[in-house]
C-alpha cells in the first residue's frame, strides 16, 4: 500500500497546528482558531495538488476538502491533547 499521499495531508495537518498554536500564542480569541487553521489548510491543499505529484485530489474543489478537513483535524489533535493531559 502507497502511503505517499496520506503523508501529504498529515503534512498539512502538522502545519496548519503550527500555525493555531501560533495563532493561539496572541492576542487572537480562541473561537476563530478552528476559521484560522480551516483557511490555511485549504489554502495548503490547492498548493499541494499543484506542487505534489502524488496528492490524493485532483481537482480543486477535493483539494479544498482535503486541506479544510486536515486543517480542522489539527483542532481536533490539539483536543485530545488536552482531554489526554486531565
Known amino acids: 500500500m502507497d502511503f505517499t499521499g496520506v503523508?501529504?495531508?498529515?503534512?498539512?495537518?502538522v502545519i496548519c497546528y503550527l500555525i493555531g498554536m501560533v495563532a493561539k500564542?496572541?492576542?487572537?480569541?480562541n473561537k476563530w482558531i478552528p476559521v484560522i487553521v480551516g483557511v490555511a489548510g485549504?489554502?495548503?491543499?490547492?498548493?499541494?495538488?499543484?506542487?505534489?505529484?502524488?496528492?490524493p485530489a485532483t481537482d480543486v474543489i477535493?483539494?479544498?476538502?482535503?486541506?479544510?478537513v486536515s486543517?480542522?483535524?489539527?483542532?481536533?489533535a490539539?483536543?485530545?491533547?488536552?482531554i489526554s493531559q486531565q
Open 7 to 13: 503523508a501529504s495531508v498529515i503534512g498539512i495537518t
Open 25 to 29: 500564542a496572541t492576542a487572537i480569541d
Open 42 to 55: 485549504a489554502i495548503l491543499g490547492v498548493a499541494g495538488m499543484y506542487v505534489i505529484s502524488d496528492f
Open 62 to 68: 477535493n483539494a479544498l476538502a482535503v486541506g479544510i
Open 71 to 76: 486543517g480542522l483535524a489539527s483542532t481536533g
Open 78 to 82: 490539539d483536543q485530545i491533547k488536552k
